[in-house]
């Protein structure tokens, strides 16, 4: 294993649980790995297809990443690819006679095509040693992207019941991992399930107001470092990257709706550090392989905790410290509930709610946030304080709204516990709507008696009460308010109203006059790495410098020449964290190359003339 790993991946060491779940893979049997973005799963079954005498089938469900999984492989000297329609059928024969011909490891296909019945005859004439189930969130409807032909893999143990299989996944709760196994019938298998806790990413809520402005003073403060900015809808990613690029932040979007071609430029650029900011939906980020993305912006609210666990995970995977903001506002949870009622089936319209109320409950959690998430996906988290998110790091007052408690309360008792919170607020501060007049509620005692605050404050503190106990909403979309025994005693006089609200510190402002648009191409200095971030993979025991941020950027212009030469991704030449480890370590003969992580003698052989080349060429001056 370890010789493999040294040939063909250029580690000396695995990660944590890899070494496992490969040896359970060899000696026969099924497993079920969830691991974390960024943690290593493709090695799992990458290695074993090398080790074993057959060809191993990936099921991956994006025809678009492929190409890319495969260019990946093979710049490693690995024998893979990739069965879909974007081949000719001069090239699908060429590769099924090499798969005949015992000369393909790993072939990547999708669940649509495998499930083929041509197809299934054909794998019949493949000597088979291994399944690799990719995504495998999108088997169970409980997951966040399920997909109907995943739930027609299990066809894959009654044709091949010996041979073994393991399902990856980055995402899936307790629930998600018994419809995996069962789903797809594995066969006592061997359960691996990493740790969710991302110790080096900082999560925060802000309320969504003046979006705008706040992102700005969040860029001014990090103008140097990459980023993802999510949004709902692919007009809001075109709009909000002009707004961004005109005011002296170059953005791009990405969204489903943009040319293939055009997608694929935007992608590149942020993957080459061409533009530092991508604005998109969440079409963009499943295989982007970017270590250094220091801050996930979520402009809207995500449909449900696996998604938002997922996005952010995009950020940090080179260890370092990055952010994750999320904008809340409850008009973002109205908009998904107006798409949810229209589903037809009462199954998925029952799960989306029930989805939508837990990352609800995420983003009103008033203790620590790293505990609630990890609990959602099962994982207990020990520590108090995770002194990395906004609740753990910022102040808590309390503010008595009694006064003001006892008015919204005496309003929901007095209209019979039978409105929303909008409509209670809307009598509060005496909003003459329609609906107010057609019921009398403009001639009740409290209509308007509530000036001091505005309808959207009111409905604020009527959401914090729900928070607190003090009122209670039911769970259905119109989610009516109504007294709690907490509520009665506030009534009664026996109880103040206490909330608790975050103490926000002052943000930088941005200078009045922001730079003109321009593509940035420095390189950003990577910040120093969480002291108790989980390693990457080491080949160099020598203690680490500072990265030269300079020598990265002349390596990445040598980087882009290649893959531009090749028509190849730039991180199938080499990934960020290699060229980061170039500008530290400065090796100056092949010898010393070979100490770096990630190049081994097929990269030397290809390319690793240019590299010396450029760092002899940097150290003269």
Known sequence: MLKTLKQYFHYDSFRPLQKEIIEDILAGKDVLTVMPTGGGKSLCYQLPALMFTGVTVVISPLISLMKDQVDSMQANSIPAEFLNSTLDAAEAI???????????????????????????????KLDISLFAVDEAHCISDWG???????SQLAVLREKYPQVPMIALTATANPKVREDIVSQLKLKEPSIYCASFDRKNLYYEIRPK????????????????????IYCQSQQATENIAAKLTADGFPALPYHAGLPQELRRKHQEAFIQDQVR????????????????????????????????????????????PADCILFYSYGDKHKIEYFISDMEDSHQKQ?????????????DEKGCRRKALLRYFGENYLPVNCSSCDNCTAPIELWNATDSALKLLACVRDTGERYGLGYISDILSGYPSEKIYERGHDRHSLFGSGREMKQPQWKTLGREMVDSGYLQVTPDIYQVASLTGQSLKVLQGKQPVLISRRIQAPIPQPPIHTPKARIITKSPVSRKAD???????????????????????????????????????????????????????????????LKIAGIGPRKIQEFGENILAVIKEYLKK
């Not at 966040?144 to 995943?150: A, L």
């Not at 080949?539 to 300079?550: N, Q």
């Not at 980087?559 to 190849?568: E, T």
């Open 351 to 363: 799960l989306a709610y029930s989805k939508l109320k837990s990352i609800l409950a995420y983003c």
């Open 94 to 124: 060429r590769i099924k006679m090499a798969l005949k011909q015992g000369q393909v490891k790993l072939l990547y296909v999708s669940p649509e095509r495998i499930l083929r019945e041509g197809f299934i005859s054909f794998l019949e």
């Open 277 to 320: 900011i991508i604005v998109a939906t969440v079409a963009f980020g499943m295989g982007i392989d970017k270590a250094n993305v220091r801050f996930v912006i979520h402009h809207d609210l995500p449909k449900n905790l696996e998604s938002y666990y997922q996005e952010t995970g995009r950020a940090g995977r080179d260890g370092n």
């Open 144 to 150: 966040h992207d399920f997909r109907p032909e995943y």
């Open 209 to 228: 107001k003046d979006t705008h402005a706040q992102i700005l003073r969040y860029l001014y403060v990090h103008r140097e470092s990459s980023g993802i």
């Open 531 to 593: 002291s108790q971030k989980q390693p990457l993979h080491q080949k160099s025991e020598a203690p680490r410098g500072e990265m030269d941020a300079i020598l990265y950027e002349k390596l990445r212009v040598m980087r882009k020449q290649i893959a531009d030469k090749k028509d190849v991704p730039a991180f199938v030449v080499m990934h960020n964290t290699v060229l980061e480890e170039l500008s530290i370590q400065k090796p100056q003969t092949e010898k010393e190359l």
